[in-house]
């Protein structure tokens, strides 16, 4: 019947010219409108809530309720029933929604349960509508179906409106069915992109690991001891959290992504979880699993990468910036098909996506402790990947696209690398973190000079020691018997002055390669003494003193040695300035 557009009422329903005219009463009321004056914001309300118009049908009224941040759906009027939200969960192909057929009015409806109203439709079927002051509109809405309900059974359709309402529907009717032809057309789009999208990725993959992945790494932080509501930040460093400096300095890139699986606490990764759990499956479904990874991946190190260079001394966790980057996707798949989505469905999306932003950077600016620039990297860098990762569409199958995905995601690899290289740069060019990097250099060495100290001195005491020995055997000062049992007791020294050195802890590679020169030098003192023991036990040979392991080569290595860490402490204390430092005592 609604085929063609209609030229003259006569070519359509009489009951819908009533109905239309039935409706009348409600035009002007807050939050209700009458077709042909629907409100467009009001119709994607219902339509992405609980109405699925049928093609039999026109779509006549919508009221909505007042709600704390906005109108949310009430109900809407058909030419043929009544529809409304309903609180049962609907299938995954369905909108959660109830509907009565007008076959099925029995009586007048009334209004009940002040002071928040509902339409009492009989059988035990009510239509909430709270939130009206006055309740004006309730009444008005509640007369409408009487009077529909009354000629519905009666086929009184004349007597149950007023002439001027019959012929204010006859001049309109046109119109609204119009309406609801580019409507059905507009649905009709609706679900073939919806379909596009589910043959474009018929499974939703990636997504789920992900959640899966970052609640895992949550639980095992949990189990380990790390505290489920407020991780400490040596915590969080030592299971992976981004700090620039580390990143930077010591080479630890992989925390870059090792970060993006971590949260701090139960409301950070319970937040993050449900936004991804929400968004992912449908970008996954526009990227493919594949793409979609990839962009997850971009957008994470992207933003990463952005809070190490903003603050490189604060330790970053969370798949925030992944999300923001998600949603920055978004936009890039908007912005490259935006002549094969629906019009309905680019306003929602588009809307969605500034709409995100804009909240979360406001609330992300407003509350401290927030990342914002891992979420503004996060999306700038989901935004260009997701230029790079885009497949045509519709997608004929698949893996249609997968190449040009991985060629982008080599663009991307490349990217990413000198992205990093420049953040190690700007890093080490961050004079806060000059400064904070000297005065950590002076707490680490004064904490390792402090337990190294003492034991070069020992072993220093060991060295004069050895010279006296030496000295007073030259000058048979000294018989061999006892200066062989003294050496034996200098010996048993080394040894445990070179265990002892070993077991210095050392934060730092400089300062373990200070440690083992001076652990070498101690050991090659140790083998110079047990070849000069050997040499007491056997006079007339002269090996264990000249020959290639014998006590002048390792006493010179020892010296050598010893030098070398002299060296090696100087240069550390240069380069760093740690003129703050306790001077070696000693020559």
Request: net charge negative; aromatic share 6%; proline share 8%.
């Amino acid at each position: 019947m609604h085929d063609d557009d209609p030229e003259s009422p006569d070519e359509v329903d009489a009951w819908e010219i009533f109905a239309l005219a039935a409706c009348q009463p409600l035009q002007g009321l807050p939050h209700c409108y009458v077709a042909p004056r629907l409100s467009a914001e009001a119709v994607v309300r219902a339509l992405d809530s609980y109405l699925r118009p049928r093609p039999d049908e026109l779509l006549l009224a919508l009221v909505e309720r007042p709600g704390p941040t906005g109108p949310v759906p009430g109900c809407a009027i058909t030419s043929r029933r009544l529809c409304w939200p309903s609180d049962v969960p609907a299938r995954a192909t369905a909108r959660p929604g109830s509907s009565l057929s007008f076959d099925e009015l029995r009586g007048a409806v009334r209004v009940t349960g002040a002071p928040d109203p509902a339409l009492d439709l009989g059988g035990g079927r009510e239509v909430p509508l709270g939130g009206f002051d006055p309740p004006g509109p309730v009444d008005a809405l509640a007369g409408v179906l009487s009077t529909i309900g009354r000629a519905r059974h009666s086929g009184d359709l004349a007597g149950s409106a007023t002439p001027d309402a019959l012929r204010c529907s006859r001049a309109e009717i046109g119109h609204v069915v119009r309406q609801a032809q580019a409507m059905h057309r507009a649905g009709g789009e609706v679900r073939s992109f919806q379909a596009d999208v589910m043959t474009a990725t018929p499974r939703v993959v990636v997504t789920y690991l992900i959640v899966a992945s970052c609640l895992l790494v949550y639980l095992a932080m949990i189990a380990s001891g790390v505290s489920a509501i407020d991780p400490t930040v040596p915590d969080l460093i030592a299971w992976g959290g981004n700090v620039g400096v580390l990143v930077a300095l010591d080479g630890q890139t992989w925390r870059l992504l090792s970060s993006v699986f971590l949260h701090g606490g139960l409301i950070h990764i319970g937040l993050n979880m449900y936004v991804l759990y929400r968004a992912g499956p449908l970008i996954e479904r526009l990227y493919g699993n594949a793409g979609f990874a990839l962009l997850y991946l971009a957008a994470g190190l992207g933003g990463a990468m952005a809070s190490a260079w903003w603050h490189p001394r604060v330790v970053s966790v969370g798949a925030s910036g992944a999300i923001f980057g998600l949603i920055g996707g978004l936009g890039a798949f908007l912005v490259s098909h935006r002549t094969a989505i629906p019009a309905q469905v680019l306003v929602r999306m588009r809307g969605g996506v500034v709409a995100f932003v804009l909240y979360n950077t406001l609330f992300g600016l407003a509350i401290p402790g927030i990342d914002n620039a891992a979420h503004l990297g996060g999306l700038v860098s989901g935004l260009l990947a997701g230029l790079l990762l885009q497949r045509p569409w519709p997608v004929p199958r698949p893996t249609a696209g997968l190449p040009r995905q991985l060629a982008g995601g080599l663009v991307i690899a490349a990217a990413l690398t000198v992205a990093a290289v420049v953040l190690d740069r700007q890093v080490l060019r961050n004079a806060e973190v000059r400064v904070a990097l000297a005065r950590e250099s002076i707490r680490i060495y004064n904490e390792f000079a402090g337990e190294l100290d003492p034991l070069r001195l020992e072993f220093e005491q060991t060295n004069l020691r050895l010279d006296a020995l030496i000295g007073r055997v030259d000058r048979s000062e000294l018989a061999l018997p006892d200066a062989r049992a003294e050496l034996s007791g200098l010996i048993s020294r080394a040894e445990e002055e070179r265990d002892a050195v070993a077991r210095i802890p050392a934060a730092d590679p400089d300062l373990v390669e200070i440690r083992d020169a001076l652990s070498s030098s101690v050991d090659a003192l140790r083998r110079a003494m047990v070849a000069l023991d050997r040499y007491l036990a056997k006079p007339e040979d002269p090996s264990p003193i000249e020959g290639p392991s014998g006590f002048n080569p390792s006493r010179a290595e020892s010296e050598a040695e010893l030098a070398r860490y002299r060296a090696l402490r100087g240069a550390f204390l240069d380069r760093f300035r740690t003129s703050e430092a306790p001077p070696e005592p000693g020559p």
